[in-house]
């Protein structure tokens, strides 16, 4: 995609609590939306995955949402965990292009 | 296992010298990138390939290029390496509009 925007670029939960971290996109052609996580050190590792023609997609405690006429979508974590704490990335494709929004550090606190 | 894997974790170089990052996958993916990673601006892309041969600029090419001669490969030039091009280079893979895999990174010192 052209831009792909997140917020927030920092958010502390505690533990147990629920993150959202949200993201906008401007190319209406975008058709795939995946979600990585960065853990300290390492690379970026898929999280989950939404196509343009699903709302929403769950896989046991996150979930992503997706909203094409508005062109955001959302990443959400239940119950969050320590091992959450991480940099996670949304990200756009459109035709090849595949662009990252700026991260969001997540912090889970005791 | 699926490996992406850049030639070098570290290194070191000298501004004005001709740097070449290289980035070999497995997976027989289509589409190859490279993206810079600096604190606080997310993963930037800088050039990326849907095919042999073919090369498409990313957000931030300047100062870069890049080569694919073969299908696995997927090669980073700095042309004259400049201090501002110091940074963690990530390259990935992956099939259209699938997963992409990343390589381990390769944190670049320009002195």
């Known amino acids: 995609g052209e831009n792909v925007e997140q917020h927030p670029s920092t958010l502390s939960v505690q533990e147990g609590d629920s993150a959202v971290i949200k993201c906008t996109y401007s190319?209406?052609?975008?058709?795939?939306f995946p979600w990585y996580k960065q853990e300290l050190g390492k690379r970026p590792q898929l999280i989950i995955d939404?196509?343009?023609?699903?709302g929403e997609k769950k896989d046991q405690r996150i979930a992503v949402t997706l909203n094409k006429t508005a062109k955001h979508f959302s990443l959400h974590i239940t119950e969050t965990q320590p091992e959450d704490s991480a940099v996670y990335f949304c990200?756009?494709?459109?035709?090849?292009?595949?662009?990252f929004g700026t991260g969001t550090r997540l912090q889970v606190t005791l | 296992d699926v490996k992406v894997t850049q030639s070098s974790r570290y290194l070191v170089k000298r501004t004005g010298e001709k740097v070449f990052l290289e980035c070999v996958q497995d997976?027989?993916?289509?589409?190859m990138f490279w993206y810079r990673q600096d604190p606080g601006l997310g993963l930037r892309l800088i050039y990326f390939s849907y095919d042999v041969k073919m090369k498409e600029k990313g957000d931030i090419p300047e100062g870069y290029s890049v080569s694919r001669e073969k299908k696995e490969r997927f090669s980073l030039i700095l042309e004259s390496a400049s201090t501002n091009q110091t940074s963690m280079y990530l390259c990935?893979?992956?099939?259209?509009?699938?997963?992409?895999?990343f390589g381990q990174g390769t944190r670049l010192t320009v002195v």
């Open positions: 990935a893979s992956s099939s259209p509009r699938a997963k992409a895999f």
């Open positions: 990200a756009d494709v459109t035709a090849s292009k595949l662009t």
């Open positions: 939404i196509r343009s023609n699903v």
């Open positions: 190319d209406s052609a975008s058709n795939y």
């Open positions: 997976m027989d993916h289509e589409n």
